[in-house]
């Protein structure tokens, strides 16, 4: 739709990404939200952006600071359901 | 620690705003936000559920003199992790700082679902955070204290070395 993509933290993964993006957006209004389809169809593009995404984590050293905070916060299905769940009680209908 | 708590709605469908929710940045007021990246992406077909990873990254939050003493980095990183579910109409979002939280930790949960009255029109924002500060100024004072005496040594090392090239002048001409 011609919208603006924001950057990928790695400068040489943004054009993946870009593409990712696009092909996931479009997927996601037009075939998930419609209970059309619940199988990810951007998968090629997907493997290069997180290929690239990857290489970059180890090589600007973020990695190990992200595997400490899915450690820290594995922020689970369960939380998010209880979540759901305080949110309704507090909030109503 | 101390909690934020707020919620509006946004007049279009549940649908639309989710959509637009992996389009939010960039955008013109949110110019902190540097980048985003999908890290992990899953389904879980029985539940309906769209699992996110992202990890965005901003400008340093913090005022620069802070900075100096705290570890200069240009950008923080933030990881939030995402959960589309279409049977039950809720997105939900939870992140939190990865970048300084050894002085500030920000939990933040964000839920977004149609609102009871006209779902079909509107949708409800409700966003929660727990903001938890560590180091006392005490500890800041001793981070200060540290970093002072680091750039004293520096300079003093610089100092000396000057001092010696203008001994040295001095000596040829003595």
Same mark, same amino acid.
């Given at each position: 739709m011609g919208n603006i993509m924001s950057a990928s933290f790695a400068p040489e993964c943004t054009d993946a990404k870009v593409k990712y993006d696009d092909c996931f957006n479009n997927w996601y209004s037009e075939k998930f939200l419609k209970g059309?389809?619940? $199988?990810? $169809?951007?998968t090629e593009l997907w493997d290069e952006y997180i290929t690239c995404v990857n290489t970059a984590l180890a090589k600007q050293k973020i990695k190990p600071m992200l595997d400490k905070a899915r450690e820290d916060q594995p922020f689970s299905k369960e939380e998010i359901q209880a979540d759901v769940k305080e949110h309704y009680e507090r909030t109503g209908k | 620690m101390r909690l934020f708590q707020t919620s509006h709605y946004f007049n279009y469908p549940w649908e639309q705003v989710t959509a637009a929710n992996w389009k939010k940045y960039p955008n013109e007021l949110s110019t902190h936000v540097v980048s985003v990246d999908i890290l992990d992406r899953s389904i879980n077909v029985e539940r309906q559920v769209l699992r996110t990873e992202r990890l965005i990254a901003c400008k340093? &939050?913090? &005022?620069s003199w802070l900075s100096c003493i705290v570890g200069g980095q240009d950008r923080s990183f933030i990881r939030e992790v995402s959960e589309v579910n279409l049977k039950e109409k809720t997105l939900v979002m939870k992140s939190h700082n990865m970048t300084m939280n050894h002085i500030l930790q920000v939990n933040e949960t964000v839920i977004y679902r149609p609102d009871g009255d006209v779902p079909e029109k509107r949708t409800i924002f409700d966003q929660q955070a727990e903001i938890t500060a560590y180091g006392s100024f005490k500890r800041i004072c001793e981070k200060i204290e540290e970093w002072s005496v680091e750039r004293f040594g520096q300079n003093a090392r610089i100092g000396k070395m000057g001092f010696e090239t203008v001994l040295e002048k001095i000596n040829k001409t003595w």
């Open positions: 059309k389809s619940l $199988e990810n $169809e951007c | 340093q &939050p913090i &005022p």
